[in-house]
């Protein structure tokens, strides 16, 4: 049995949602997740098709028009790989999935840590 908990609750640190995508992975993912993503399928928005083919170029040092909100993030994985023509879409699709881990971690309501899984085993042993 899966179990889905939803919870729209804003604070001034998170407005758009405190288990909604962090502004930090927006530039990915900004829309809600639903349950498919919840079943473990990435659904992303179909603006990152050709976003993800703009990052690629910028990262190649080649003519682009890469999202200003995609700029730091593909100077980090420059940072962090030796890209060439051959590898650049692995990269960039390994990293859209990372971040797109982070989405999931933001929008759980119970967290991956100590507290979140005592919590979590409570509310089960309540049902």
Known sequence: MDIVLRDNQTSDEYPDG???PHNDVQHI????IGLIEVMGRAILPARLKMEMK????????????????????????????SINSENV???VNHEVGLVFSRVLEDAGVYKWDDQGQAA???FVSQI
């Open 54 to 81: 703009e990052v690629e170029k910028y990262l190649l040092g080649k003519s682009n028009k890469i999202a200003d909100y995609h700029k730091s993030w593909a100077d980090d994985i420059a940072a962090n790989n």
């Open 89 to 91: 879409e692995t990269i």
């Open 120 to 122: 979590f085993n409570k």
């Open 29 to 32: 993912k900004k829309e809600n």
């Open 18 to 20: 405190i288990f909604h």
